[in-house]
T-cell receptor, first 111, second 113 residues
Framework: GENVEQHPSTLSVQEGDSAVIKCTYS??????FPWYKQELGKGPQLIID?????GEKKDQRIAVTLNKTAKHFSLHITETQPEDSAVYFC??????????FGTGTSLTVIP | SAVISQKPSRDICQRGTSLTIQCQVD?????MFWYRQQPGQSLTLIAT?????????ESGFVIDKFPISRPNLTFSTLTVSNMSPEDSSIYLC??????????FGSGTRLTVV
């Protein structure tokens, strides 16, 4: 089955700096890669996703890049703000079926 | 995208008792999923629930411990049976939004004492 690794497990950045979280996956058949943000006491919220036919996708301050050859994808947050502080999870899926989640990254944005 | 209402949001239960968690989706969805998230950890899939058929359980999870109902295309329940302190966790339901990612409920934080 699929195995998703996520790094780093914790990340602290100064407000206004960029944050990058990286994930690798093992199953080359995986073709859908969402990212979730989970705030304390809440369920995960989808923030951005990318399909395997696209190398990069951007939504305001958030971007995701995908390297199919190397089987890794990354979340980029620019101009970080304190409200970006949360736990972020990556996931990999084939055709939107069973999702395999990374272990999470706890991001702290220091004002 | 689908909106999921999950309840209760939290509960403290005595060991040996059972708790039923409910999830209501605001639109019809084919599959619903139940996850467990232990403190500080990632999400582990418990089972997949399709309407009109028995739920499919992942390795390490059994129907006797986590019975699931899926009476229609907008509703599902997960029961945590004969609870022990090891069952203390966050339980999440989710539904697939078309061919996209999952939408999650807000979670049920369960503490077993």
């Amino acid at each position: 089955g699929e195995n998703v690794e996520q790094h780093p497990s914790t990340l602290s950045v100064q407000e206004g700096d960029s944050a990058v979280i990286k994930c690798t996956y093992s199953d080359s058949a995986s073709n859908y890669f969402p990212w979730y943000k989970q705030e304390l006491g809440k369920g995960p919220q989808l923030i951005i996703d990318i399909r395997s036919n696209v190398g990069e996708k951007k939504d305001q301050r958030i971007a995701v890049t995908l390297n199919k050859t190397a089987k890794h994808f990354s979340l980029h947050i620019t101009e970080t703000q304190p409200e970006d502080s949360a736990v972020y999870f990556c996931a990999a899926s084939y055709m939107g079926n069973q999702f395999y989640f990374g272990t999470g990254t706890s991001l702290t944005v220091i004002p | 995208s689908a909106v999921i209402s999950q309840k209760p949001s939290r509960d403290i239960c005595q060991r040996g008792t059972s708790l039923t968690i409910q999830c209501q989706v605001d639109s019809q969805v084919t599959m619903m999923f139940w996850y467990r998230q232990q403190p500080g950890q990632s999400l582990t899939l418990i089972a997949t629930a399709n309407q009109g058929s028995e739920a499919t359980y992942e390795s390490g999870f059994v129907i006797d411990k986590f019975p699931i109902s899926r009476p229609n295309l907008t509703f599902s329940t997960l029961t945590v049976s004969n609870m022990s302190p090891e069952d203390s966790s966050i339980y999440l339901c989710s539904a697939q939004r078309g061919q996209g990612g999952y939408t999650f409920g807000s979670g049920t934080r369960l503490t077993v004492v």
